[in-house]
């Protein structure tokens, strides 16, 4: 995780925070690094590192894989309730969702921008 996330100014206690409500479970830190990073880069750390922080009340370990559902939930309920998002952009952010848990297959970007008829940049996805 602190690879994977050098370039964010965490705090000695927020990593610590971090690491512990990981704790064996490799998705919930791969999860968790992917939120984090995308949220710095919208100058949201303080928000994504509370999500984080306030996710769980236990250390995660072997067998606690059900967790990772609260941790998404968490994850997306922060998304779609974000002051900042406009109505359009909720919109399209659950049209992707949606497809994307109703797909048979993975999918490219471009390939889900193209059944959702979403012009311009893709990778905004």
């Given at each position: 995780?602190?690879?994977?996330?050098?370039?964010?100014?965490?705090?000695?206690?927020?990593?610590r925070?971090?690491?512990?409500?990981?704790?064996?479970?490799?998705?919930y830190?791969?999860?968790?690094?992917?939120?984090?990073?995308?949220?710095?880069?919208?100058?949201?750390?303080?928000?994504?590192?509370?999500?984080?922080?306030?996710?769980?009340?236990?250390?995660?370990?072997?067998?606690?894989?059900?967790?990772?559902?609260?941790?998404?939930?968490?994850?997306?309920?922060?998304?779609?309730?974000?002051?900042?998002?406009?109505?359009?952009?909720?919109?399209?952010?659950?049209m992707?969702?949606?497809?994307?848990?109703?797909?048979?297959?993975?999918?490219?970007?471009?390939?889900?921008?193209?059944?959702?008829?979403?012009?311009?940049?893709?990778?905004?996805?």
């Amino acid at each position: 995780m602190r690879k994977e996330l050098h370039d964010i100014p965490l705090t000695h206690a927020q990593w610590r925070s971090i690491v512990d409500r990981c704790g064996m479970l490799f998705i919930y830190a791969a999860t968790t690094c992917r939120y984090i990073k995308q949220e710095h880069e919208m100058h949201n750390l303080a928000t994504a590192v509370s999500v984080i922080m306030n996710s769980a009340s236990v250390p995660m370990e072997q067998g606690d894989e059900s967790v990772i559902d609260e941790l998404y939930k968490t994850i997306l309920d922060t998304a779609f309730n974000r002051s900042r998002a406009s109505q359009g952009n909720k919109r399209r952010m659950r049209m992707v969702l949606e497809t994307a848990v109703c797909a048979i297959e993975p999918m490219t970007k471009i390939a889900m921008a193209k059944i959702l008829n979403l012009d311009g940049d893709t990778p905004d996805l």
